[in-house]
């Protein structure tokens, strides 16, 4: 049973950023189920997005609300609560965490399929932040970042790149079609190797289904998008250093990550959970660590603000298009993609993650390096299904 003392307690918490329990404003937090206070209390962040995929609180702007939230640090003043801390002991010691964890003991919502991701992306199928200096809209905005990149990386027609983490080949086509790259992806998904494959058609594309572990041959140019944040902290130096010894002389390396501003070992329990279970988000600090005596550092290109939008854009497809999902995926994943997109949408909005764009050379850049970073891509080139097609796939 809920006890006044526990109401109070979260009630008090939220007015310090501004959240009211049962307001009226877009960020205001509407209390479904009695029993959500101990809940939460008990369990912290975990509990508050499971209780949310379990329809025990609403709110009508998730962004919103977590933008306030980070904004003020909420977090760190929970973790210095004396009050919270006491709240959280006895709700272990009276068994609420168990009761409330025994809902999703041992589900993962992690059988997706390409159609959620058809229906989420752009036309290219990018699972990263866009670049959205000149865009418009989403397909422009990646279509921009991958031109960036590929500028970044001063591709020519003929050189041999490795695509680490290549996804559903976004980079890889782009950089075959507009720069007569011969580009090798590789990826650990199964569903993401076998769709690369079908759109590659003649293209000098081969997309392989490899750790970067296992990788042994030499490219001229190397590039990593999203994948960093799944190598995990002991292993960040492995990872610079195979791509030290697949990188040619006179190569460039582009890593393309999310990042923290701070050192950190895991992410949100909730997070790891039911989103990207063993990820960890670099600090500059150990990025830094992990390259040095490899590279020469050329350029760090921070653009962490244009996640929001693209993360909006990813939810505002999801709910237009629900409709094609949702004869294979339940309400309650419904709830926990929303979850996902719009609290990491008030992440980036209250800057408290980062986006990285960080350009590095074996031994030095000769010269002057070109300012890339008010570029615009040229006409779109398309390949995949129109977006009135993905309710068939």
């Given at each position: 049973?809920?006890?006044?003392?526990?109401?109070?307690?979260?009630?008090?918490?939220?007015?310090?950023?501004?959240?009211?329990?049962?307001?009226?404003?877009?960020?205001?937090?509407?209390?479904?189920?009695?029993?959500?206070?101990?809940?939460?209390?008990?369990?912290?962040?975990?509990?508050?997005?499971?209780?949310?995929?379990?329809?025990?609180?609403?709110?009508?702007?998730?962004d919103q609300l977590f933008e306030r939230l980070l904004r003020a640090r909420l977090d760190c003043r929970v973790a210095k609560s004396q009050?919270?801390?006491?709240?959280?002991?006895?709700?272990?010691?009276?068994?609420?965490?168990?009761?409330?964890?025994?809902?999703?003991?041992?589900?993962?919502?992690?059988?997706?399929?390409?159609?959620?991701?058809?229906?989420?992306?752009?036309?290219?199928?990018?699972?990263?932040?866009?670049?959205?200096?000149?865009?418009?809209?989403?397909?422009?905005?990646?279509?921009?970042?991958?031109?960036?990149?590929?500028?970044?990386?001063?591709?020519?027609?003929?050189?041999?790149?490795?695509?680490?983490?290549?996804?559903?080949?976004?980079?890889?086509?782009?950089?075959?079609?507009?720069?007569?790259?011969?580009?090798?992806?590789?990826?650990?998904?199964?569903?993401?190797?076998?769709?690369?494959?079908?759109?590659?058609?003649?293209?000098?594309?081969?997309?392989?289904?490899?750790?970067?572990?296992?990788?042994?041959?030499?490219?001229?140019?190397?590039?990593?998008?999203?994948?960093?944040?799944?190598?995990?902290?002991?292993?960040?130096?492995?990872?610079?250093?195979?791509?030290?010894?697949?990188?040619?002389?006179?190569?460039?390396?582009?890593?393309?990550?999310?990042?923290?501003?701070?050192?950190?070992?895991?992410?949100?329990?909730?997070?790891?959970?039911?989103?990207?279970?063993?990820?960890?988000?670099?600090?500059?600090?150990?990025?830094?660590?992990?390259?040095?005596?490899?590279?020469?550092?050329?350029?760090?290109?921070?653009?962490?603000?244009?996640?929001?939008?693209?993360?909006?854009?990813?939810?505002?497809?999801?709910?237009?298009?629900?409709?094609?999902?949702?004869?294979?995926?339940?309400?309650?994943?419904?709830?926990?993609?929303?979850?996902?997109?719009?609290?990491?949408?008030?992440?980036?909005?209250?800057?408290?993650?980062?986006?990285?764009?960080?350009?590095?050379?074996?031994?030095?850049?000769?010269?002057?390096?070109?300012?890339?970073?008010?570029?615009?891509?040229?006409?779109?080139?398309?390949?995949?299904?129109?977006?009135?097609?993905?309710?068939?796939i």
């Open positions: 049973m809920t006890s006044p003392c526990e109401h109070r307690l979260l009630e008090q918490l939220l007015d310090c950023v501004g959240v009211a329990l049962g307001g009226s404003r877009p960020f205001d937090i509407r209390v479904n189920h009695p029993e959500f206070f101990p809940r939460v209390l008990a369990g912290g962040t975990l509990a508050l997005g499971e209780s949310y995929m379990d329809g025990w609180w609403d709110c009508e702007a998730l009050q919270l801390l006491w709240a959280r002991v006895k709700g272990l010691l009276t068994g609420s965490q168990s009761r409330f964890r025994a809902f999703e003991v041992g589900k993962r919502h992690y059988d997706l399929g390409n159609d959620l991701f058809a229906a989420m992306l752009d036309r290219r199928m990018n699972y990263s932040c866009a670049y959205w200096q000149h865009a418009q809209d989403l397909d422009r905005a990646q279509e921009d970042k991958l031109e960036l990149t590929c500028r970044k990386l001063m591709l020519e027609p003929g050189m041999r790149v490795l695509d680490i983490g290549c996804g559903w080949g976004g980079l890889a086509i782009y950089a075959a079609e507009h720069y007569g790259a011969e580009v090798t992806g590789i990826t650990v998904s199964r569903e993401q190797a076998d769709w690369a494959r079908k759109r590659i058609g003649d293209l000098p594309v081969r997309i392989e289904l490899k750790d970067y572990r296992e990788l042994r041959a030499t490219f001229d140019r190397i590039v990593s998008i999203g994948r960093f944040e799944h190598v995990g902290t002991s292993r960040y130096r492995t990872f610079m250093k195979m791509v030290s010894r697949c990188l040619k002389p006179g190569g460039l390396f582009l890593l393309h990550t999310i990042g923290c501003n701070r050192s950190v070992e895991a992410l949100d329990p909730w997070f790891q959970k039911y989103i990207f279970p063993n990820a960890v988000l670099p600090s500059a600090r150990q990025i830094t660590a992990a390259a040095e005596g490899l590279f020469v550092l050329e350029d760090w290109h921070s653009f962490g603000s244009y996640y929001d939008p693209t993360l909006m854009a990813w939810q505002e497809n999801f709910a237009r298009r629900w409709h094609c999902l949702s004869t294979r995926y339940d309400r309650r994943f419904y709830r926990m993609w929303n979850y996902y997109l719009l609290s990491c949408a008030g992440s980036f909005r209250a800057r408290r993650n980062q986006l990285w764009q960080i350009l590095f050379s074996d031994c030095g850049i000769k010269g002057r390096l070109p300012d890339y970073r008010s570029i615009r891509s040229g006409a779109h080139t398309e390949y995949v299904e129109t977006l009135e097609d993905i309710c068939s």
